[in-house]
């Protein structure tokens, strides 16, 4: 299976950059404009780590993971500002767990949306087999979230991404062939009708694709998906920068980014391993 473009792979881990660095308020956006201060969040460092673990380890190890999340968490390492200036508490609660017992893996089936934001570095590392790519999304998910419906969450968001990054179009993006074990709810936002989302992670899920579906530019799908929250967002950068790439996130804010050059390393590395 060819290997995908560096352009579309660089995009999809830029724009779960960027999405993170927009402001608040999409009034205050435009793509000409700089991202201020372009200081990326939780997700993009939860990536990062786990992108080095991969890469590192030729593969997913689970301690290691979660080694280098209590990294970030506890000096800020792969930080945009070396320190660890937001953590979400379902990621928190995972890491003191693992700090406490060395067990890596999410016993207690936790649920939520904030591991929707670190499912790119694993798609890009495992392109070349959509059934490894899922085992290991699984198995890198199940670290700080567990339940059936966040694991399964994220699969469905890495065969979008995978097919993203093979140039599919965007209809056919929005529409993978899902796994038959993949939860209902979750399953549905893949059809041609899907039901309301309940759930969070599943309506996080939706709002990303619907700003996806929904746009004509990177930027205009970012702007439409802010009121959505920022893992509505973060799931939307990973999403829509492999399908446009990374030449078609704006350039003001790409180059607005703090440590771009860290995402351009970590993403080259990731296709290289």
Not at 79 to 107: G, H, M, Y
Not at 223 to 229: D, E, R, V, Y
Not at 233 to 246: C, D, E, K, T, V
Not at 266 to 271: I, R, T
Request: glycine share 6%; with cysteine.
């Amino acid at each position: 299976m060819p290997r995908p473009e560096p352009d579309k792979a660089l995009g999809s881990l830029f724009g779960l950059a960027v999405c993170e660095a927009l402001p608040a308020d999409p009034k205050t956006v435009s793509e000409d404009a700089p991202l201020t201060p372009g200081l990326w969040s939780d997700g993009t460092s939860m990536a990062l780590s786990l992108a080095e673990s991969l890469i590192e380890n030729s593969g997913v190890d689970q301690r290691d993971q979660m080694v280098r999340y209590t990294s970030w968490f506890r000096y800020g390492y792969l930080s945009s500002t070396e320190t660890c200036d937001f953590i979400d508490e379902t990621v928190k609660q995972a890491i003191l767990r693992f700090e406490r017992t060395w067990n890596p893996k999410d016993q207690e089936e936790t649920g939520g949306e904030a591991c929707l934001t670190r499912v790119a570095p694993v798609v890009i590392h495992f392109n070349d087999s959509p059934q490894d790519m899922l085992a290991a999304v699984a198995l890198s998910t199940a670290t700080t979230h567990a339940a059936s419906q966040s694991v399964d969450a994220c699969r469905l968001l890495a065969l979008m991404i995978f097919a993203a990054l093979r140039g599919a179009e965007k209809s056919d993006v929005l529409r993978p062939k899902p796994p038959t074990d993949l939860c209902p709810e979750i399953a549905s936002l893949c059809t041609d009708d899907p039901a309301q989302a309940h759930s969070p992670v599943a309506r996080t899920l939706q709002a990303a694709m619907n700003a996806f579906r929904d746009s004509e530019s990177f930027a205009d799908g970012g702007i439409k998906c802010m009121a959505h929250g920022p893992r509505a967002l973060a799931a939307y950068g990973q999403l829509a920068g492999a399908w446009y790439g990374l030449e078609q996130i704006p350039k003001a804010w790409r180059e607005s980014l703090a440590r771009n050059n860290l995402l351009i390393q970590m993403g080259n590395s990731l296709l290289g391993s």
